[in-house]
């Protein structure tokens, strides 16, 4: 069972920036692809980036392509999401996923097997 802890959420204004992290309980993080989701009020969760278990083949939701950044440091089993300029759409709860499933990176979120709890990120205009 793996346990995922985001943090970094907050209220920033539209233009600035926030890194998410996501902490994983487990060393077996350094196998998985992770994603990052994110869920607004009313809407259904969407995907935002994923990464593979080798820090390659980052891929992103075109809403977000060129201004978020995916990483992560196996050793430290964290990932994270670097987020520049900021808009209100981005207004969401951001949670982060680990694919357990050997391969490709994927973007449904049907395929990723533990999710975090979910950190608040509100931009205002």
């Known amino acids: 069972q793996v346990q995922l802890v985001e943090s970094g959420g907050g209220l920033v204004q539209a233009g600035g920036s926030l890194r998410l992290s996501c902490a994983a309980s487990?060393?077996?993080?350094?196998?998985?692809?992770m994603g990052w989701f994110r869920q607004a009020p009313g809407k259904e969760r969407e995907f935002v980036a994923a990464?593979?278990?080798?820090?390659?083949?980052?891929y992103y939701a075109d809403s977000v392509k060129g201004r978020f950044t995916i990483s992560r440091d196996n050793a430290k089993n964290t990932v994270y999401l670097q987020m520049n300029s900021l808009k209100p759409e981005d207004t969401a709860v951001y949670y982060c996923?680990?694919?357990?499933?050997?391969?490709?990176?994927?973007?449904?979120?049907?395929?990723?097997?533990?999710w975090g709890q979910g950190t608040q990120v509100t931009v205002s205009s």
């Open positions: 487990e060393r077996t993080f350094s196998r998985y692809s």
């Open positions: 996923a680990a694919d357990t499933a050997w391969g490709r990176v994927r973007t449904g979120s049907a395929y990723y097997d533990y």
């Open positions: 990464i593979s278990w080798s820090g390659g083949s980052p």
